[in-house]
Structure formats: C-alpha cells, structure tokens
C-alpha cells in the first residue's frame, strides 16, 4: 500500500521587530487587536473568553507580514470564545473580520447572537476554528470579502429561533471572489451546510476541496428543522439571473435533508469533480428552470439518494461517473456507510481531516480506476471515483511521523528544517511567495526514515512569509509557511 498522506500548514511567527503579545482576558484582547501592526503575533492562553459584545479586527496586515491571532504554545487546550450571553440580532456578530492578511488559528466560537465570524476583509487565513450553535451562520463571508482561505474549520448546530436561517458556512450575498475552503466540515446546521445565494454580487467564484456536508437540515437534537437543508447550495438569486461559479474537488454531501449539491436556480458554471454524495434528499441536484451556464462532473459517485437526480445545464459535460459507464455503485463498493463517523470523528494535531472508512472502496470495485484524469493525483491507472483514492486517505503528502519545524524562527542568515518520516524518500525543497510563484529550489535528495534535517539559507531573499514545499518524487507535497527577517 502507498503512504499515507497528510497536508499540513504552520504558521511560523516572531520576526525581530515584531511584537509578540500574550493575553488572557477580553480586555486584553481587544486591547492587543486595536493596536496590533504587520508581523505582530497575538497569543491567546487557554481558558473560557466570555464576551457580552462582539468584537472587530480592523488594522491590515500585508502580503509580507501578516498579523496572527494563535493559541499560546504553552496551552493544554483550546481557548474558548463564549458569545452566548448575546441576545439574537442581525448585530451581534461575534466577530468582524474587515481587515486584510490576518491568520487566525484554533480558536472555539461559541453562542453569537448572529454569525459566529463574518468576513468582509481579504487575503486572510483562517485555521483550524470551531463555530458553533450560533444564531446565524458560523462563519460567513460578504461585504465584497475576497481571496480568503478556510482551512479546517468546523461549523456546527448552528441555528436561529425561527428554526429557518443559519448555515454553517456561508460565501454568498455581496461577496468578493477567489474564496476557498479546504478540508472544512459543516453538520447539523438548521439551514444549509454552505449557501452561495448572491445578492449584491455576481459571476464570482468559490473553491470547495475536501469539505464534508452532513446531515444539514437537521437540528442538534436531530429533529428536521423548517430550514432548506442542502449540503452544498451552489448559488442563486433573488431574481434567478446572477452567477456564482462554484468548483468542488474531493467533497462529500451526505444525510442532508434536501440536496447534496444543490442548483438553486445559480446561473453560473460549476464543477464537480472527484465527489460523493450519499443518502440525500436528492444528491445531485440541478433542475431544468433557470438552469445553470454550464455543469461539468466527473468521477463522482451518487449512491442511494431518495429522489432522482437532474443535471441541466445550458453546456454539459458529464462523463465518467458512477452512473454512466455501465457502473452501479452499491453498498457493496464501500468498507463504510456509516454518516456518524463524519461527525464525530476527531480532527488530527494539526487540525486536518480524520482518516475515515467512509466511503472507502472496497479491493475489486469496479469503481476503482475508472475516472479520467482532471489534474489531481491519483493511484494506479486513472482516477477512482469518489472522493477518496484508494491506498491514500485524505489530502496527498507523504507520512510524517510530526509536522516538520525549523529552528531558529525566524532565521536572518540560516535555518534548520527538522522533520521526521516514516519511511525512506527522495525530496525536493521549493520557496514560493504567497501568491505561488516559485522563487527557489533545492535539488532533490533522498531522507532516510526517522528523524531528517537540512540547513536552508536566506540567499537573496527579502523579509517577509514564504512558502516553504517539500516534494517527493510522486509530486506529493508537504507545506509550511516560514518567515525571513
């Protein structure tokens, strides 16, 4: 069997000149937020926050130097932001993010009296956070809000009292483009598990990879709520004409109350690619009025949906599917059935998705092999359908027994890469800037299993964050973001 991979991201702070705050109360907190300047770091101690108002992240980091709100290193758990004293209204908003370039990591949010965290900022990162049985949707993006990344996040059991409204993610309404969210959960939300709907907003685009929608419609308790339902509400509008183009790599919408992957009247193009969905109202679902530009979907698998799924569009292109091929996909193609496990399952360290048997196909499937290339990687001869290649779990990396660090941090002159592996391999070391383009490469040479290390210069780089990848000889990759000062 080929190993196991993991995507992992670190955030790496502390720059000479940087300030580093530790703070422990809200007070203090807001205090740290008002002040705080490019490349500053505020620690958050571990411990209950209670907040009676919300509170607003408004001073900008840059594309160099971004301002990072983390958990301390000393913590034992995970802090926890209480918002619950908060009556229900459209103005209580746990928190508003309007600023640019901030990271924000592993912090619970819990109770707002509307959205758990609103965006309206760009080009910010937030990692890792829970938003829960808030009133409104835990995390939302609008107010033109753009180019931000959602990484392992979970939202769930939102709701508001009129059991209608509160999604667990939402991109929608005057929102920016160039969104994504990555290796994100959303369950038991009342209404839908992400909603795109556009008002004030047309022909932008989202990126959903490895997002899991389950069971949405549903409340805490597990009765069905009067909310819409829909694991992934890929669009539509007010006056069924806006666009919002939606692209789902490796998803899955399963248990929700209506659809899976929902049309909703979005105009836009949408693709759908390496995705399954099971046990929706209808799993794939996009209708013949006010149809969609264009629909592409491959090597998805729909498995037992109750109603029959629709897929219109004004240009299809629609191969390569669990339907079509003479495929039938059955229970039998699956170590697991089990929604549950989605749920519960526990997130990894560093906060990626579980390894689950959801899903998982079965040694001598006909469904492995049998999709077409789409530009992600894949085992053995073509792409398996489904989310999940078979011998891999989750994202591509290679196995590493820890996350890789380098000391000292941030490094002027030279740093050390420190990383352990489980097994031999070959690797090269690539630098990228935050918009991805590669400004440095090692050469690649091969680690022996255990604890590795290499000593990386600064050479002509200037300040800033960088990207630092590790590939091995299958394109299989292993990030980190690092600083220079």
Not at 4 to 21: E, K, R, S, V, Y
Not at 380 to 408: C, H, R, S, V
Not at 412 to 429: D, G, P
Request: aromatic share 10%; with cysteine; net charge negative.
């Amino acid at each position: 069997m080929k190993r196991q991979l993991l995507f992992l991201i670190l955030i790496l702070n502390g720059a000479l000149g940087f300030a580093q705050t530790t703070v422990s109360t809200p007070q203090q907190l807001v205090s740290a937020l008002s002040s705080a300047s490019p490349g500053d770091v505020i620690y958050v101690t571990d411990g209950t926050y209670t907040f009676t108002s919300r509170f607003s992240i408004n001073r900008n980091g840059n594309s160099g130097n971004l301002i990072s709100l983390l958990p301390h290193p000393d913590n034992t758990a995970r802090p926890y932001f209480d918002f619950s004293s908060m009556s229900e209204s459209s103005s209580n908003r746990a928190i508003s993010l309007s600023a640019n370039y901030w990271h924000i990591k592993g912090i619970d949010v819990f109770g707002a009296g509307d959205n758990g965290m609103f965006i309206s900022g760009s080009n910010n990162l937030v990692e890792f956070c829970t938003f829960s049985e808030c009133k409104d949707s835990g995390l939302q993006i609008g107010n033109g809000g753009a180019n931000n990344t959602i990484l392992n996040c979970d939202s769930f059991n939102n709701a508001d009292s009129s059991l209608e409204n509160a999604d667990g993610f939402a991109a929608k309404l005057d929102v920016g483009t160039g969104n994504k969210f990555i290796g994100c959960r959303a369950w038991q939300n009342l209404d839908d598990g992400w909603d795109g709907y556009m008002r004030g907003a047309d022909n932008v685009t989202t990126t959903y990879e490895n997002c899991w929608a389950i069971r949405n419609g549903y409340l805490k308790n597990g009765t069905v709520g009067a909310g819409d339902g829909n694991g992934f509400k890929t669009g539509g509008s007010d006056d069924k004409l806006l666009k919002h183009n939606a692209i789902y790599k490796n998803c899955i919408a399963a248990g929700n109350v209506f659809d899976g992957f929902d049309h909703n009247s979005n105009r836009g193009d949408i693709e759908i690619y390496n995705c399954s969905a099971y046990s929706n109202g209808r799993n794939i679902s996009f209708g013949s009025s006010n149809i969609a530009n264009s629909l592409t979907i491959k090597n998805t698998v729909s498995l037992s949906g109750v109603n029959n799924d629709s897929y219109n569009a004004t240009t299809k292109d629609i191969t390569h599917n669990s339907w079509q091929n003479g495929l039938v996909a059955n229970a039998a193609d699956f170590e697991s059935l089990d929604i549950l496990e989605l749920m519960t399952a526990q997130r990894k360290a560093d906060g990626s998705l579980p390894d689950v048997d959801f899903m998982k196909l079965v040694a001598g499937s006909d469904l492995i092999d049998a999709g077409v290339d789409v530009g992600l990687p894949f085992n053995g001869t073509a792409p398996d359908l489904g989310y999940l290649e078979t011998a891999t779990l989750g994202i591509k990396d290679f196995q590493m027994i820890t996350g890789a660090a380098n000391y000292p941090n941030p490094f002027s002159v030279q740093t050390r890469v420190v990383f352990n592996l489980n097994e031999a391999v070959n690797i090269k070391a690539s630098i990228y800037t935050l918009a991805g383009r590669e400004i440095y490469n090692l050469d690649q040479k091969a680690f022996k299993a255990g604890k590795n290390s290499f000593v990386l210069n600064r050479n002509q780089l200037t300040p800033g964050n960088y990207i630092l990848v590790l590939k091995d000889d299958e394109n299989r990759k292993h990030s980190r973001l690092i600083m220079v000062k």
